[in-house]
């Protein structure tokens, strides 16, 4: 799961905190998190990544979510407005749609 968010943004910065947070012990322990500043999308060493897998530059009160399978293939996007009533049942919605599917221990 990528997160892209304004970390300079405090509505972001506590949103996202006080989210994953309180989530901890449901569905995200599934995703290997990876935060990353949108300043940092903006740069121009990154643009060859960011170009490539068409990561949207996002502002302050807007977190963009981005899910991955095994292979590094894109299952899930989410641009999601921090204001909007309905955030956290969007979100939560995108995270239980585009969660990886759990190992059986007993298999391996």
Not at 12 to 25: I, M, R
Not at 72 to 93: A, H, K, V, Y
Request: overall charge neutral; hydrophobic content about 35%; charged content about 30%.
């Amino acid at each position: 799961m990528l997160i892209v968010r304004d970390l300079a943004g405090e509505k972001s910065v506590q949103f996202v905190d006080n989210f994953l947070a309180s989530k901890k012990e449901a569905k995200l322990d599934s995703y290997l998190l990876l935060q990353i500043d949108s300043k940092e999308t903006r740069k121009s060493e990154n643009a060859p990544i960011v170009q490539s897998l068409d990561w949207p530059s996002v502002d302050s009160g807007k977190v963009f979510l981005c899910t991955y399978d095994s292979k590094g293939r894109e299952i899930g996007r989410l641009i999601s407005n921090l204001t909007s009533t309905t955030r956290i049942e969007q979100i939560n919605e995108f995270f239980v749609r585009h969660s990886p599917p759990t190992n059986d221990a007993n298999k391996k």
